[in-house]
């Protein structure tokens, strides 16, 4: 009996796994019946055994579950890097939108403030030709002949080229844009815009100036442009003329010259502790031989010249004030220099029609 008790315990875990033949298997369970140590025996070694599946289907869930947790982020990653990709591209094109906005923006102030410019340019002009005799009439008076030269437009560029001839011996030299901003103006008038100014370049020579003026191109569509020249100064020589001035007081000059046949009466300067005042007057009438300005400078002690240009103040019959600043190396005593009388012709206007 001890024998079978001993052969059945080693015979249990064989027995659980049904890895024993039917004869073998009887035995044991008629042993189980009686045996009460077997049979606790059977009852641990089937607890270890279902501990040891579960702990062994936990394993492969877990496995599982990584495996779906490894998953699942990579397709968290794969859409993440989809959307960097769709947030990169947003701000790009956001970045590249507001970039081309703002430099359309930009142009359109900037080609606003040109219009605004141009519009007080034909505004001077305006005052200027009401002022003066028809340019056809200065220019001939004055010995100056104008001449188109190219008159390119396209859609592309538009290129107008000109010069201005003269045979006066009076004349030291013509120059357009010395007063004011002044500049060519060429208007779409179809479309009522300006044409943008690209490039202007002069050419001076015995007796000549050239101007070509570079611009944008026209619309398909145009059918006339308007072209305004710039105002023109044309600079009159003058004998020596020369005053000394008093210096802290006034310095009555009174005295009346005729540059170009045109009388002016210089009446007095004075010098204060910024600036020196010239007081003078265009005695001809305007409107019979155009609006002059004198050029004045002043020579210092050392015999160096200070000077500044013109004013122009399109008064008629009104006493003019030349104004040059004191500045901080002149040495005293001072003599007022008459350097010009210089006419100023308004710019020429022109209507083409575009073939």
Known sequence: MKERHILVKELLSLYIDDMVDSKAKEIIEEHLQECDECRAELTGLRDDKDFSIAFHDEEINEDNTKQSEVAFITRVSKYRKKIMLYITAFLLSFTIGSWYLSKERAEEKWQAKQNKANQELVKLDSELVSLSPPQEQIMKNSGLNLQLKTKQISTNETIFSYTYQ????????????????????????????????????????????????????????????????????????????????????????????????????????????????????????????????????????NEKNWSKEPKIDFQNDEQRIFTIPIYKDMKSPLTLNVKHAVLIIPGMHYKFMIS
């Open 166 to 301: 003269w045979s006066n011996p009076n004349i030291d030299f013509v120059q357009e844009d010395i007063y004011w901003p002044n500049t060519l103006i060429a208007m779409d008038l179809t479309n009522n815009t300006v044409l943008t100014n690209k490039e202007n370049k002069s050419n001076f020579g015995n007796s000549l100036l050239e101007e070509t003026w570079t611009l944008a191109g026209i619309e398909k569509n145009t059918e006339f442009i308007g072209v305004e020249l710039p105002n023109l100064a044309v600079f009159y020589k003058t004998s020596d003329l020369s005053f000394p001035l008093q210096q802290g007081k006034e310095t009555v000059i009174n005295k009346e010259i005729s540059i170009n046949n045109v009388r002016f009466l210089i009446e007095k300067a004075s010098v204060e502790d910024s600036k020196i005042n010239v007081y003078y007057k265009q005695l001809d009438e305007i409107q019979d031989v155009g609006l002059y300005e004198l050029s004045l400078n002043i020579t210092d002690a």
